[in-house]
């Protein structure tokens, strides 16, 4: 266990906890670290109807959000190096953020998730559930929530 450590991460102080965490965690087991972070995907209308503006020219939401996870997880990614931290790998994902979650610890073969208790979700996430809520009840490896 806590040989491969999936971070999901998403920009927020709970999430760099998170990632903190397992750096620590991975240090004293020897384990690696891969770092995600999930943007939501826009259907073709919403896209269409919604412009983000990026350097110089009108980008789609998905395009800017993908930029911007991309971003996210270099920067995740130096500060787990910096750390001290080997082996770390940081990936950029489309899709619902729970469920892709769980999909990529699965098709990566990790053994552990270890994420902040609360990211940057909306109201949605205090109705429906937080994703690591949700990552906790469908994920099939050990999750450890941090706060």
């Known amino acids: 266990m ?9 920009g927020s102080d709970q999430a760099t906890r998170g990632l903190d965490a397992a750096i620590e ?7 690696a670290i891969l770092i995600v972070c999930v943007y939501r995907h826009y259907s073709p209308l ?17 395009e800017a959000l993908k930029t911007y996870a991309k971003d996210l997880v270099k920067e995740a990614k130096q500060r787990a190096i910096a750390a001290g931290a080997e082996g770390v790998e940081a990936f ?8 892709t979650i769980v999909a990529f610890a699965e098709e990566q073969k990790v053994d552990s998730i ?19 809520h949700k990552v906790t009840s469908m994920a099939k490896v050990t ?3 941090v706060k």
């Open 114 to 132: 270890v994420m902040g208790t609360r990211g940057l979700g909306d109201v949605g996430g205090f109705l429906l559930g937080s994703v690591s």
């Open 25 to 31: 965690i991975a240090e004293r087991f020897g384990g």
């Open 92 to 99: 950029a994902k489309r899709g619902h953020p729970a469920r």
């Open 143 to 145: 999750c450890v929530l």
């Open 46 to 62: 919403e896209a269409s109807l919604s412009m983000v503006r990026g350097s110089g020219r009108l980008d789609t939401p998905d």
């Open 2 to 10: 806590f040989q491969r450590i999936l971070v999901p991460v998403d």
